[in-house]
C-alpha cells in the first residue's frame, strides 16, 4: 500500500499548487501551444501493486499543466475517432463501461458461446510501436501540430527513481490520453475480428472471443495471434488460453464466469479484503461507529459493483468475516486476546452492527434484487 499512497500525495499536492495560480496558467498555457513553444514535462513513473498478486504494474504520472494539454487533445480527437469504433470495445469509451461489456458476455454464454478465447496481452501499454500508431492517428487527423503534440507527449523523457530515459515505444498508463490511443490502435483488431464473424468482447487491453465450437475458437485465437504479430504486440504464453466455459472457469473485468453463472473472482475478493483488513485493525484507535461508516463506504462501492453475482453466498460469507473482524476489535478492547469466538458473538450479535448503521451486504443485494424486479 505504501506505493500507492506516495504518487497519491503527490499528484495531490501539483494540483492545489496549479489551482492556486489560476487563470495564469491556463494562458501560459494558451499561447504556448499557439507559439509552437509547448514541451511536455517528464512522466513520473511508480511501480502500484497488482490486487491478489506480488506483480507490480507500472504507473506515469504526467505533470498537472501536461494532463490538461491531454485532456483539451482528448476532448477534440476522440469525436472523429469514436464515431468509427467498433460495437465490441466498450473500454474507456461515452456512454460505456465495465457493466455493458460483463453483460454482453453474459448474453454470449448464454446463447451458447461456450467456447472462449481468454486473452491477455503481454505489457500492451508499454509495447504499442510508436510509428504505427501515429500513422493511424494521421489516417483521420490531418492537423500536423496536433499530431506532433502527441507524439512528443508519447516520447516524454520518463523518471523513474535515478534513472531517466526516453521511451521508444508505449503509451504510458496514467495518462490521460493513453486510453484513447490504447483504443485507436485495437481498433483495427476489433474490425478484424468482426469481419470475420467473431464475438469479441474488449475492455481496453482485456478481451475475450466467444465462440460456439472449439474448433471456431481455435481459429479465432490464430486470427489474433497472426495480427498481433503482425501489429508489433505479444499474447502472453501462459495466460492466453482456449476454455469450454462449461468445464473451466475463465476471469473477465473482476468476475469469474462458468456456465451460466457468474462471481466475483479471487483477486477482487482478495482486493475486498485487503482493504476492509486495513480498516479493522484491532489496534485502531478509531470508534466503532466511526469504523463501521469507514467500512460502510468501501462496501458501497464494491456491492454497486458485484452485486450481480449468481450466488448470494458470497454476500453472506463476506458479512460474517467483516462482522468477526469487528468483534475481534471489541475483544480486545475488553482486554481479552485472539479473535472472536462463539461467545462473542451473543456478547455483539448482528443487530448490534445493524444498529450502528453496518451495510450488510446481503441486505443491499436483497434490496437491490428487488427493485430490479419492479
Given at each position: 500500500?505504501?506505493?500507492?499512497?506516495?504518487?497519491?500525495?503527490?499528484?495531490?499536492?501539483?494540483?492545489?499548487?496549479?489551482?492556486k495560480r489560476l487563470p495564469d496558467p491556463l494562458w501560459e498555457l494558451s499561447d504556448a501551444l499557439k507559439a509552437g513553444r509547448f514541451t511536455p514535462q517528464a512522466i513520473r513513473r511508480v511501480a502500484i501493486p497488482?490486487?491478489?498478486?506480488?506483480?507490480?504494474?507500472?504507473?506515469?504520472?504526467?505533470?498537472?499543466?501536461?494532463?490538461?494539454?491531454?485532456?483539451?487533445?482528448?476532448?477534440?480527437?476522440?469525436?472523429?475517432?469514436?464515431?468509427?469504433?467498433?460495437?465490441?470495445?466498450?473500454?474507456?469509451?461515452?456512454?460505456?463501461?465495465c457493466q455493458d461489456a460483463l453483460r454482453r458476455v453474459d448474453e454470449l454464454l448464454k446463447d451458447g458461446s461456450v467456447h472462449v478465447v481468454d486473452a491477455d496481452l503481454k505489457g500492451y501499454f508499454d509495447s504499442?510501436?510508436?510509428?504505427?500508431?501515429?500513422?493511424?492517428?494521421?489516417?483521420?487527423?490531418?492537423?500536423?501540430?496536433?499530431?506532433?503534440?502527441?507524439?512528443?507527449?508519447?516520447?516524454?523523457?520518463?523518471?523513474?527513481?535515478?534513472?531517466?530515459?526516453?521511451?521508444?515505444?508505449?503509451?504510458?498508463?496514467?495518462?490521460?490520453?493513453?486510453?484513447?490511443?490504447?483504443?485507436?490502435?485495437?481498433?483495427?483488431?476489433?474490425?478484424?475480428?468482426?469481419?470475420?464473424?467473431?464475438?469479441?468482447?474488449?475492455?481496453?487491453?482485456?478481451?475475450?472471443?466467444?465462440?460456439?465450437?472449439?474448433?471456431?475458437?481455435?481459429?479465432?485465437?490464430?486470427?489474433?495471434?497472426?495480427?498481433?504479430?503482425?501489429?508489433?504486440?505479444?499474447?502472453?504464453?501462459?495466460?492466453?488460453?482456449?476454455?469450454?466455459?462449461?468445464?473451466?472457469?475463465?476471469?473477465?473485468?473482476?468476475?469469474?464466469?462458468?456456465?451460466?453463472?457468474?462471481?466475483?473472482?479471487?483477486?477482487?475478493?482478495?482486493?475486498?479484503?485487503?482493504?476492509?483488513?486495513?480498516?479493522?485493525?484491532?489496534?485502531?484507535?478509531?470508534?466503532?461507529?466511526?469504523?463501521?461508516?469507514?467500512?460502510?463506504?468501501?462496501?458501497?462501492?464494491?456491492?454497486?459493483?458485484?452485486?450481480?453475482?449468481?450466488?448470494?453466498?458470497?454476500?453472506?460469507?463476506?458479512?460474517?468475516?467483516?462482522?468477526?473482524?469487528?468483534?475481534?476489535?471489541?475483544?480486545?478492547?475488553?482486554?481479552?486476546?485472539?479473535?472472536?469466538?462463539?461467545?462473542?458473538?451473543?456478547?455483539?450479535?448482528?443487530?448490534?452492527?445493524?444498529?450502528?448503521?453496518?451495510?450488510?451486504?446481503?441486505?443491499?443485494?436483497?434490496?437491490?434484487?428487488?427493485?430490479?424486479?419492479?
Open positions: 500500500m505504501p506505493r500507492t499512497t506516495a504518487p497519491r500525495a503527490w499528484t495531490t499536492r501539483a494540483l492545489e499548487d496549479f489551482e497488482k490486487p491478489g498478486s506480488t506483480e507490480t504494474r507500472p504507473l506515469g504520472i504526467p505533470t498537472v499543466r501536461d494532463r490538461v494539454v491531454q485532456a483539451a487533445i482528448v476532448n477534440v480527437i476522440e469525436p472523429i475517432f469514436e464515431r468509427d469504433f467498433a460495437e465490441q470495445s466498450y473500454g474507456f469509451r461515452p456512454g460505456r463501461g504499442i510501436p510508436h510509428d504505427r500508431l501515429m500513422e493511424r492517428l494521421k489516417a483521420k487527423i490531418a492537423d500536423g501540430p496536433v499530431l506532433r503534440l502527441i507524439e512528443s507527449f508519447l516520447k516524454a523523457n520518463v523518471m523513474e527513481g535515478a534513472s531517466r530515459w526516453t521511451p521508444m515505444q508505449g503509451a504510458p498508463q496514467g495518462a490521460v490520453l493513453s486510453p484513447l490511443l490504447s483504443n485507436v490502435y485495437l481498433d483495427p483488431l476489433d474490425h478484424r475480428m468482426a469481419e470475420a464473424g467473431y464475438e469479441m468482447v474488449r475492455y481496453a487491453d482485456d478481451f475475450v472471443i466467444l465462440c460456439r465450437t472449439a474448433e471456431d475458437a481455435a481459429r479465432a485465437l490464430e486470427l489474433v495471434c497472426q495480427w498481433t504479430s503482425e501489429n508489433g504486440l505479444t499474447l502472453h504464453p501462459t495466460k492466453t488460453k482456449v476454455i469450454d466455459s462449461r468445464e473451466t472457469g475463465f476471469d473477465f473485468l473482476g468476475y469469474t464466469f462458468q456456465g451460466h453463472k457468474h462471481w466475483p473472482r479471487k483477486k477482487s475478493m482478495t482486493k475486498l479484503k485487503e482493504a476492509i483488513r486495513a480498516k479493522t485493525r484491532r489496534t485502531s484507535g478509531k470508534s466503532m461507529p466511526c469504523i463501521v461508516a469507514d467500512v460502510n463506504r468501501t462496501l458501497r462501492g464494491w456491492l454497486a459493483y458485484f452485486k450481480h453475482s449468481s450466488y448470494r453466498t458470497v454476500f453472506r460469507s463476506l458479512d460474517g468475516w467483516i462482522r468477526t473482524r469487528l468483534r475481534s476489535i471489541l475483544r480486545k478492547r475488553t482486554h481479552r486476546r485472539g479473535r472472536a469466538r462463539g461467545a462473542d458473538h451473543q456478547r455483539w450479535p448482528n443487530s448490534y452492527f445493524a444498529a450502528l448503521g453496518y451495510y450488510s451486504l446481503v441486505d443491499a443485494h436483497a434490496a437491490a434484487c428487488q427493485s430490479s424486479t419492479r
